[in-house]
Nanobody
């Protein structure tokens, strides 16, 4: 079975940076994508970034574009989310997940969160 483990969260000041990691194990075909999601208190879980296994293409929600960067180390089966210029609004539990859905849908504002496999979330707290 596919398993994912997100790590790297913590407490940072506004303007600071964190790098989250998602370790993926188990078989996935080239049709799979890895998405990063976040859920803030009182809010629904939303996709913020996505990367395609097939070619490494990357996608971002408007709220994080220009500040976050998703990348992969294929040899280590690990996906990263570099988070720069962090804002208080970025405070959330961050999750990684995988499925065969299009990355364009993962980062869409109205995506219903239908990924097949989820990792345990990691807390990111940004203080003012």
């Amino acid at each position: 079975d596919v398993q994912l483990q997100a790590s790297g969260g913590g407490l940072v000041q506004t303007g600071g940076s964190l790098r989250l990691s998602c370790a993926v194990s188990g078989f996935t075909s080239d049709d799979y994508v890895i998405g990063w999601f976040r859920q803030a208190p009182g809010k629904e879980r939303r996709g913020v970034s996505c990367i395609r296994k097939s070619d490494g293409s990357t996608y971002y929600a408007d709220s994080v574009k220009g500040r976050f960067t998703i990348s992969r180390d294929s040899a280590k089966n690990t996906v990263y989310l570099q988070m720069n210029s962090l804002k208080t609004e970025d405070t959330a539990v961050y999750y990684c997940a995988t499925d065969t859905v299009p990355c364009t849908e993962v980062v869409a504002a109205n995506y219903r969160i239908g990924m097949d496999y989820w990792g345990r979330g990691t807390q990111v707290t940004v203080s003012s």
